[in-house]
Every structure is written in structure tokens, then in C-alpha cells.
């Protein structure tokens, strides 16, 4: 364990003084204690700290989140919030000014050093991350620079490259946001899963619930870099339409069990699954990741304990699948853009994504030879339509 220099800002003076004695049995050094936000930005102005401990309620005119903003902007110090409620219009206020971690009170010493640590590890990674970016993009424009110069002639291949280098750019930043809450996630689990191997307690059931966790996170982080690996292979124009025979049932059956398996929220999905011809030809892969988008997306924005529908029936040749939900929908304006790479519709709120399925369903479509469509209303749901020829 690293000694750190940490300002405590909490308006309860005994919650201060507790938090203060178990930060300090670990050797940590205390700066100050600010009941207010005001106060808070005072101490930081004349000694500097390593992580803020943060109150989101606060006295004063600055509550912890505005008081937050103002950190984030002026000394890029990472910040813990501290509250006794995790209902989700406070997460909701939070996110926003992206916070190092969520510490939820009364909290235990052993809970509150892990996310310290986690804390400071992240805004490391991050700031060299940020580092590394910056290097990035500083020779990426010296090179494009140079060869602009070196010859005019090569003007529309710069641009074109410059395309491709902004898709790149676009593409690291969503995977590295998409990686850092299931890596924290993955780290804080292992964490406690030596933790509980090493007693002599039977912690069985605390073990099994962050091995779930676990297993959820590295499922995310797959699904994650094969969208990258799929769009990959489509700008280089390398995919293919490569036709295989089909067994229908255990070609949907694998599809439902994948989903599943990833379900988090208590849907449930209700499959009608017509009559299906024993066997199909298509391209297996791509006929996967159009099902398996669709049906994850459904599950990923319905609300808790909602149904989602998939039906399935096979007429004319084609297959034809209906996927519909209960979920948040997607507003009228946005409902254009729905195919496109990298995008997410404003009222997601803290849902995790990464903006790639649905723009991976309609690629797939193309060299399937399929169509799609859909109808949506917000706060009410979607539902999809799509149809496929097989033969």
C-alpha cells in the first residue's frame, strides 16, 4: 500500500472524522477537511493532493458534483464520491463528470483501500494513455505534413488517409472507453476472489457472484474487439459471403443460449420459432451476428423485468425474424442516424456500448442480401423487421 496525500470534503463532521482515522491507519497523509465545496478548492489552491474524497452533499452554494466539475478543470486530480444512496438519478448526476469511483456509505476498510487503489490506478492508465494519444496524433500530422509538401499531387490520397486515420482515432477511443469498466470490473473481482480463496469461511456464494462478474466483463470485452475485428476486415474489403449448410435448430439454440447467458437485468426472452426447414444455406457467421446483435441490443435497453420477443419464420425462401422490446426506444430525430458506426442515441444514459452493432447488422444485411427495418417510440420500445433470403 502507497501513502497518499488526500483531502476529505464531507459536511458531517463525525463521517469526516471516521473516514479520517481509517484513512489514516494505512498510512495515508490527510491535507484538510472541507465541509464545503468552496472550502474544498481553497486547500487544493495552496497544497496540492494525489485523490479527493467527495460528499455529494454538500452546505454552501457548490454541491460535491459542481465542486467536482471544478476540479476536474483546473487540477485533473482524481475524485471518490462518498454517499448513502445509489439509486440512479444520483449515478445518472454523477457519470457526467466522470468519477474515479463510487463508494456507497456506511463502507469497511478493506472495501474503501481497494477502491482507492483502483482509483489511482486508473487515472494513471488513463493520463498515459492520454500521453501516448497526443504522441500519436502529433506525428501522425508532422508525417501528414511531410508528405503534403514532398509532392501537391498526392492531395486526395491524403485526404483518404486522413479519413481512415480519423476512423482509427475514433475506433481506439471507443475501445478504450468500452475497456475500462469491465477491466476495473475484472481487477476488482480477482481481487476479491484471492481475498475470500485465502479464508477459512465458507464464501462460496461471494465467490460464485464475482466469478459471474467476471465471466460478464471478458464476454463484453470479446463482443467489443470482434466488432473492431469485424469492421477491420470490411473497410479492407475482405468480407465475404462464404455459404455453408445450416441445422436450423441448433443454429437458433446457440444464438438464444449466447444471449442469455449475457442477460444482467431479469429480461426475459420469449422465442416463437416457426416452422423451420431442417437444414438452410447461408453464411453462418454473418447470419449470427445479425441475431445476436439484434437480440443483445433488445435485452441491453429494455427496462428490468421486461420481455423481449423474437420470432422466427421461414416463408418464400427467406427467413423472416421479428425482434421487438419494451426498452427505452429511440427518439425521432436521432432514428437516421441508427445504422451508423459509433452511434448512440442521447438517451442511453450510462448503458455501456459501443455504437457498433446495429451498423454491423446492416453490413452483414448488405452481403446477405437481406432487408431491415423498424419502428420506435420512446420510452415504449422497438421492434425490428428482417428479412433474409437462405436457400
Excluded: W
Amino acid at each position: 500500500m502507497f501513502t497518499l496525500k488526500i483531502l476529505i470534503v464531507e459536511d458531517d463532521s463525525v463521517s469526516a472524522l471516521l473516514l479520517q482515522r481509517a484513512l489514516e491507519k494505512n498510512a495515508h497523509h490527510i491535507i484538510g477537511i472541507a465541509d464545503t465545496g468552496e472550502k474544498a478548492i481553497e486547500i487544493l489552491a495552496e497544497n496540492m493532493a494525489d485523490i479527493v474524497m467527495m460528499d455529494i452533499n454538500l452546505a454552501g452554494e457548490l454541491d460535491g458534483i459542481k465542486t467536482t466539475e471544478i476540479i476536474n478543470e483546473k487540477y485533473d486530480i482524481p475524485v471518490v464520491y462518498l454517499s448513502a444512496s445509489s439509486d440512479a438519478e444520483t449515478l445518472n448526476k454523477v457519470v457526467g463528470t466522470n468519477p474515479s469511483a463510487y463508494v456507497i456509505k456506511p463502507f469497511n476498510i478493506r472495501e474503501l483501500n481497494m477502491v482507492i487503489e483502483l482509483a489511482i490506478f486508473k487515472d494513471r492508465k488513463e493520463k498515459e494513455l492520454q500521453k501516448l494519444n497526443n504522441e500519436l496524433e502529433e506525428k501522425v500530422k508532422q508525417r501528414t505534413a511531410e508528405l503534403y509538401e514532398a509532392n501537391k499531387e498526392l492531395t486526395k490520397a491524403l485526404e483518404k488517409e486522413r479519413e481512415i486515420n480519423e476512423l482509427k482515432s475514433r475506433i481506439v477511443l471507443n475501445v478504450s472507453h468500452g475497456f475500462k469498466t469491465p477491466l476495473t470490473s475484472i481487477l476488482s473481482s480477482a481481487q476479491l476472489l484471492q481475498i475470500y480463496a485465502e479464508k477459512d469461511h465458507p464464501f462460496k456464494q461471494k465467490i460464485t457472484k464475482h466469478a459471474f462478474k467476471i465471466e460478464n466483463s471478458v464476454r463484453a470485452l470479446n463482443n467489443l474487439l470482434t466488432s473492431v475485428l469485424f469492421f477491420g476486415k470490411s473497410d479492407e474489403n475482405k468480407l465475404e459471403f462464404k455459404p455453408k449448410k445450416i441445422f436450423s435448430g441448433a443454429f437458433v439454440k446457440e444464438v438464444l443460449d449466447t444471449v442469455n447467458a449475457g442477460i444482467e437485468n431479469d429480461v426475459v426472452i420469449k422465442s416463437e420459432i416457426g416452422d423451420l426447414p431442417k437444414t438452410i444455406t447461408s453464411d453462418p457467421e454473418l447470419l449470427y451476428q445479425v441475431f445476436e446483435n439484434l437480440l443483445s441490443n433488445a435485452v441491453k435497453y429494455s427496462k428490468e423485468g421486461k420481455q423481449v420477443g423474437f420470432k422466427l419464420t421461414y416463408a418464400d425462401n427467406s427467413l423472416h425474424a421479428v425482434i421487438s422490446d419494451k426498452g427505452i426506444g429511440i427518439p425521432k430525430s436521432e432514428q437516421s442516424k441508427l445504422f451508423d458506426r459509433f452511434f448512440r442515441a442521447k438517451n442511453v444514459g450510462i448503458i455501456e456500448g459501443s455504437g457498433l452493432g446495429l451498423s454491423i447488422v446492416k453490413k452483414c444485411l448488405e452481403v446477405l442480401k437481406g432487408d431491415i427495418s423498424f419502428e420506435s417510440e420512446v420510452d415504449k420500445g422497438t421492434v425490428f423487421h428482417v428479412t433474409i433470403p437462405v436457400k
